[in-house]
């Protein structure tokens, strides 16, 4: 956040300097492979040796992404937690970040709550926020996240193979049922409806999943965008098919005793923004997961297996099963 871009025009740029100091200087972690941090022309970092730098960018607009009545401190914690998902896909170990954030006007209370869930997310993940910008506009968040895996470790999605296993961590279809509930299609009140909303929220990246999972993988995506629209992405780019039982897939007790059977599974196979974790593993190293995962704190579980050909085979008690929908799509 060097503050190249003028927030106002002429006098009143010295509002975005303010607005760089007061709210964004100082606020993710410190780290000491940051050389130079927010202030200059651009930031300078330190990789370490024999690690590949990963880098994500992400960006959030209003109204398509989020409503505007989202709060602040929310949209700060998730702004940093989709990007940060997508480096727990490769393995990867968080590091560092640059925020560009327009807004349409300065309104210091909105700041200062997203400020917080920014830094929290950044705090709690090991995140330096080393530089971005500030401009007038309609409200949107891009965060480019960078992070370290060892070289020649990342997990990708092109390594699957068949007879791989199919697992998921934690449970699906939560955030899809929040947000739902937030658009008014769903009145699930009290206890769950607000685990719903919190889900939808506050995503949880699994981190220290990926990265326990980088010697056992064969391949491993985020699910951001739905189950089947994800998976969709490690058959094309690993040039395989799969079969999944979705009598398998992790539903959470709110979800089984919020909706039916059938809605449950469609918010699961096709829901998007979960954020856990899609990955194959082969034969050989399925007895070395409950190990590796164990100091991950999440749950995880087998759903399917990779198979030869290029599509995707979704069964129920041995039948085909077809989804409501096809999952998040941004246009």
């Given at each position: ?119 929290e997310a950044a705090q709690y993940y090991g ?201 998040f799509e941004h246009f």
């Open positions: 956040m060097s503050g190249d871009t003028n927030f106002y025009n002429g006098c009143e740029t010295v509002k975005e300097f303010k607005v760089i100091e007061r709210f964004f200087t100082q606020r993710g972690q410190a780290r000491r492979d940051v050389e130079l941090n927010i202030g200059d022309d651009c930031a300078l970092v330190n990789p370490a040796i024999n690690k590949s730098i990963a880098i994500s960018c992400d960006t959030l607009v209003e109204n398509v992404h989020f409503f505007a009545d989202m709060p602040a401190k929310a949209l700060g914690y998730k702004s940093l937690a989709v990007n940060l998902s997508d480096l727990a896909a490769m393995g990867a170990e968080p590091a560092w970040m640059t925020l560009a954030i327009t807004l349409p006007e300065i309104d210091e209370d909105w700041l200062a709550d997203f400020s917080d869930g920014l830094s995140v330096a926020l080393v530089g971005g910008d500030t401009t007038r506009g309609p409200k949107s968040i891009t965060i480019t996240i960078n992070g370290q895996v060892p070289t020649g470790k990342a997990l990708t999605r092109g390594g699957a193979k068949n007879g791989d296993w199919i697992y998921v961590t934690g449970t699906l279809g939560d955030s899809a049922l929040g947000l739902d509930i937030l658009r008014g299609k769903q009145n699930i009140e009290g206890e769950y409806g607000e685990y719903f909303i919190q889900r939808h929220y506050y995503p949880t990246p699994r981190v220290l999943a990926g990265q326990a999972l980088r010697s056992l993988a064969s391949s491993a995506i985020d699910l951001s965008d739905g189950f089947v629209s994800d998976i969709g992405h490690i058959l094309k780019q690993s040039g395989v098919g799969a079969i999944v039982d979705v009598a398998q897939l992790p539903l959470s007790v709110a979800m089984q005793a919020s909706v039916g059977s059938e809605q449950a599974l469609g918010y699961a196979l096709t829901g998007g923004e979960d954020y856990e974790l899609l990955f194959t593993v082969p034969e050989s190293q399925r007895g070395a997961l409950e190990t590796a995962l164990a100091h991950s704190g999440v749950s995880f579980k087998q759903v399917g297996q990779v198979s030869t050909g290029d599509k995707l085979r979704l069964l129920q008690d041995g039948e085909p099963f077809s989804p409501q929908n096809y999952g």
